[in-house]
Structures are given as structure tokens and as C-alpha cells.
């Protein structure tokens, strides 16, 4: 997995890479605790997402009740179909902002 960050002022684009699994998660996790102090806003593009497990939707799950916590905004973006059938499957098509 491969993790870019990308700020325009306070609003963060993090786009990933690769799989989000049970050994990448942590990482991905990691790396947006790292941030949530420091941002306004933030959006994961999923262009070049491969694969998540249940542990990346944890993760996803866990970013985004931090950020609704301090009213910060998380959208997620260029969602292929195989991710965007893991969305549907799990329900979180219900639960996070897909565009």
C-alpha cells in the first residue's frame, strides 16, 4: 500500500494505493491519526485502491466517528466498482460519503 498526502491549505486528500488489509490498515490508520488535529477537511481518493478487508473499513469507520467528533467533513472519491460492491455488501455505502 502506498499512502500520498496532499494539503490545500487545511483540507487534506489522502489517496491510497494498493490493498487495505489486515497488515496495510494499521498504517493507513496511523497516518490519518497523524493529521486529524491539523485539518478542516478531509478526502480519500480510492482511484488506485485495490482491495479492503473488514479491517480497512474499521479504520474507515473509526476516522470517520473521530472527525464527526470535531464537525470535520470525510468524503470519499474515484471509487472503483469491485471497492464500491465491498461498500454496498458491508452497508457502508449507508454510512460513509461516497462520490
Same mark, same amino acid.
Given at each position: 500500500? /502506498?499512502?500520498?498526502?496532499?494539503f490545500e491549505e487545511k483540507d487534506l $486528500?489522502?489517496?491510497?494505493?494498493? @490493498?487495505?488489509?489486515?497488515?496495510?490498515?494499521? %498504517?493507513? %490508520?496511523?497516518?490519518?491519526?497523524?493529521?486529524?488535529?491539523n485539518i478542516t477537511s478531509l478526502t480519500?481518493?480510492?482511484?488506485?485502491?485495490?482491495? *479492503?478487508?473488514? &479491517?480497512? #473499513? @474499521?479504520? #474507515? *469507520? &473509526? $476516522?470517520?466517528?473521530?472527525?464527526?467528533?470535531?464537525?470535520?467533513? +470525510? $468524503?470519499?472519491?474515484?471509487?472503483?466498482?469491485? *471497492?464500491?460492491?465491498?461498500? @454496498? +455488501?458491508?452497508?457502508?455505502?449507508?454510512?460513509?460519503?461516497? /462520490?
Open positions: 500500500m /502506498k499512502i500520498e498526502k496532499k $486528500t489522502v489517496s491510497v494505493e494498493g @490493498r487495505i488489509d489486515t497488515i496495510t490498515s494499521q %498504517e493507513l %490508520e496511523n497516518s490519518l491519526n497523524d493529521e486529524i488535529e480519500l481518493d480510492f482511484s488506485s485502491l485495490e482491495y *479492503i478487508s473488514s &479491517a480497512g #473499513l @474499521r479504520v #474507515l *469507520i &473509526a $476516522t470517520q466517528k473521530k472527525l464527526n467528533e470535531k464537525n470535520i467533513p +470525510m $468524503t470519499i472519491t474515484n471509487v472503483n466498482d469491485i *471497492i464500491k460492491e465491498i461498500f @454496498r +455488501m458491508s452497508g457502508f455505502d449507508k454510512i460513509l460519503e461516497i /462520490k
